[in-house]
């Protein structure tokens, strides 16, 4: 009597708990749990609990409704872009995000036909509220030039980065940097000294900045011309100002004698004495000669 009073209370509480399971003939699936959402550095991951089928795939789909969803298109859901479905436990929402405005997200798994109801975030989600770290950055020198590289946040980031000469009462400089992810000369660096860079991100979209990286810094090496090259460089400039001038002064020379060569004349050309002189002495011997007659030996002798 009691084990048949024990069988029809099954029984009974079988048929209660069928209705439960079912909706129009259909089982209905257990929702997701333990939504949330994770939001750094503007973006914005949404992650929810497995719901647990042995041996089966189950999927998952996500909706969001912003604000303008939710007062102007009467409180209408949309897709995500990237996540409708997914058989992951996560979905990186950051593109349905567009407006910083809250955000109302949920969740639901589908088995074949089987689907569960909706879950939806507790809380509604603006992205106003993402944390906000510090960027990776790489400093390096490229001989004397200070170069940085900063990590690719997206183009919504702006970088404020600092920098100075690591010394008592040294000045710190700040320059504005977008994009992310090249290479940028900062400074030109001082043989010897060393030189310190941090730098913070700011995203105008919400109006907030980062903290300040951690400072990091290089030093660059007393690369100065050594004191034997120097020696050496002002000799050899001694010595092109002394020879360049004596080649001019040379080539002058040889340039005038080529195009105006000096012609020395014989003794029997000079000239020794004045010309008065001369025509009254070549006169005398002309009237010498014509009162001295001369014989026929000696003109013979003359001739030859």
Known sequence: ?????????????????????????????????????????????LTWSPVMV?????YYSVEYQGEYESLYMSHIWIPSNWCSPTTGLECDITDDITATVPYNLRVRATLGSQTSAWSTLKHPFNRNSTTLIPPGM????DGFHLVIKLEDLGPQFEFFVAYWRREPGAKEHVKVVRPGGIPMHLETMEPGATYCVKARTFVKAIGRYSAFSQAECVKVQGESLPLALALFAFVGFMLVLVVVPFSVWKMGRLLRRSCCPVVVLPDTLKITSSPQKLISCRREEVEACATAG???EELLRAWI
């Open 1 to 45: 009597m009691v084990l048949e009073e024990i069988a029809a209370s099954l029984m009974w509480f079988s048929y209660a708990l069928i209705p439960c399971l079912l909706t129009d003939g259909v089982a209905v699936l257990p929702a997701p749990q333990n939504i949330s959402v994770q939001s750094t550095n503007m973006k914005h991951v």
């Open 54 to 58: 042995p041996e089966e795939i189950v």
């Open 138 to 141: 790489e400093v390096t020198k």
């Open 294 to 296: 001369l014989s026929s």
